[in-house]
């Protein structure tokens, strides 16, 4: 039963019209419609929404930004430094735009360059080397996006002797690699906090090393295992075991190693080993990892002879392992 919409009086839910006063009763299927109408438009302008958000956020994020060694994509545009001036472009390479000319001087005979650019928190950083006549210049500057406020945030005070590897951010803090000039199985860890000068060592690594966020991943030479160690409590796990290591790169779920004559990856969320075979000219061509992502590893097959080394380059794809050449 249900009230009459006019008079109050009972009548049975089916009724179009009331027995007492006559009048057409159907407002209360039409709110039901209405906010059964409303209630989908509310679904599907919050799906709709949140896959904005979710894009906008992702393309926004400078972790996810796709970054190679002189170059970083960030927010639909690509950064880069050359001639000591930043650049702009939009992330196809069109309409590319001087941003601004870096405060230092050119000098004669000299040698500039710009290495392992990222973005973090809005800002630029990079390793920086120069070179000229008996002098030398190496380490890690910051620059805002729109070329202000240019700084030096890591100046390692054993520079003449030691080269700035390579370098991560992650909660404010830089951690960098140092490696001996002369013999460079030799790395330092040191962590900074940006806008401090106190430079705090972490550890001595006589091995190769690669970072990403809080985490240095080394081949034990004695061992052959691949530790991964956590910069701030210096806890180590090993990812994989007895291998025979040439280089090495890692991204957020990735680490991947090129031994011999294969590509080996491992998944970092649940340990799980992969390997591809790699066919080379000769048995003394090498292997070399360049840059990685989750999707896909950038590699060079370094071919040497008696008087010269060539290169051809490469990406895999980890999905379906499919391997295509790259003309630089």
Request: with cysteine; net charge positive; glycine share 4%.
């Amino acid at each position: 039963m249900k009230k009459c919409e006019k008079c109050g009086a009972m009548i049975p839910d089916k009724a179009k019209f009331c027995p007492g006063c006559g009048a057409r009763n159907q407002l209360k299927k039409k709110q039901k419609t209405r906010i059964w109408i409303i209630i989908l438009c509310l679904v599907c302008f919050g799906i709709i929404a949140a896959v904005m958000l979710n894009k906008f956020v992702k393309n926004d994020d400078g972790d996810n930004a796709i970054k190679n060694s002189r170059a970083v994509l960030y927010k639909h545009k690509i950064y880069y430094l050359k001639n000591r001036t930043l650049y702009k472009s939009n992330e196809d390479g069109t309409k590319q735009t001087v941003v601004k000319k870096l405060p230092h001087k050119k000098i004669e005979d000299e040698y500039v360059e710009y290495d392992q650019l990222q973005i973090y928190k809005g800002r630029l950083y990079g390793i920086l080397e120069e070179e000229y006549s008996m002098e030398r210049r190496h380490y890690i500057f910051s620059i805002n996006l729109d070329g202000t406020d240019y700084k030096r945030e890591i100046v390692p005070k054993k520079a003449d002797k030691w080269d700035i590897d390579s370098y991560s951010i992650e909660d404010d803090y830089i951690y960098y690699i140092l490696c001996e000039s002369e013999n460079l199985i030799h790395h330092i860890v040191y962590k900074q906090k940006l806008g401090s000068n106190k430079e705090i060592k972490i550890k001595y690594i006589k091995a190769s090393v690669q970072l990403y966020g809080k985490y240095a991943y080394y081949h034990n030479i004695q061992t052959g295992d691949i530790i991964k160690l956590n910069l701030e409590t210096q806890k180590e796990k090993v990812c994989i075991g007895n291998i025979s290591l040439h280089t090495m790169g890692v991204s957020k779920n990735k680490l991947v190693l090129a031994t011999e004559k294969a590509i080996t990856w491992v998944d970092l969320k649940d340990g799980k080993n992969h390997t591809k075979k790699i066919e080379t000219a000769n048995k003394w061509d090498i292997i070399e990892i360049l840059r990685v992502n989750d999707e896909e590893v950038c590699y060079a097959i370094l071919h040497k002879t008696y008087n010269a080394i060539s290169a051809r380059w490469y990406k895999m794809n980890f999905k379906n392992e499919k391997i295509e050449e790259l003309v630089y």
